[in-house]
């Protein structure tokens, strides 16, 4: 069974190739997507439209220009994995497992216990709470195990 999964959130680290790495070990069926993880790409996602003079307005118009990739790939998904990091705020990260949670998609979030509290309504909807991307491939093992 081939599987899509789209992963959301932080990107500071190589959490994404660790996974990536384990599913390739594991030799897994998935097929993994992300964001833009370039932070500098990102931010210019609508710079091609015209210039900005207002910070606000050049963010909320390349905010809509990710979306397109951020919500066709998180539709597209079979499970998101949304990563929460310890040093930075991921308020895109959480906008991600609401709208995983809105469309009933399911989700698993990868984060830290300093920062179970502040995350409580977010792991509440999640399939599941793992702290180590090794925990994300055993999921993902399981779930494509043949029987």
């Known amino acids: 069974m081939s ?3 789209y992963l959301s959130g932080e990107i500071h680290t190589d959490w994404r190739d660790e996974i990536r790495r384990g599913v390739e070990a594991a030799g897994l069926d998935v097929v ?5 993880t370039d932070h500098d790409a990102s931010d210019a996602a609508g710079d091609h439209l ?16 990710n979306a397109i990739r951020t919500r066709t790939l998180i539709a597209a998904s079979d ?6 990091g310890d040093k930075y705020k991921q308020w895109n990260a959480a906008f991600d497992a609401g ?5 009933g998609k ?6 830290s216990e300093e920062i179970v509290h502040p995350l409580k309504e977010v792991d509440a909807e999640a399939m599941a709470w793992a702290r180590t991307t090794d925990q ?9 195990r043949e029987s």
């Open 50 to 65: 015209g210039e900005e003079r207002e910070g606000f307005w050049r963010d909320h118009r390349s905010s809509k220009v």
């Open 79 to 84: 499970l998101v994995v949304v990563r929460f």
């Open 106 to 111: 399911p989700y698993v979030t990868l984060h």
């Open 32 to 36: 993994l997507t992300s964001p833009v």
């Open 136 to 144: 994300v491939v055993k999921i993902l093992e399981h779930v494509l």
């Open 99 to 103: 709208y995983c949670a809105a469309l």
């Open 3 to 5: 599987f899509q999964v």
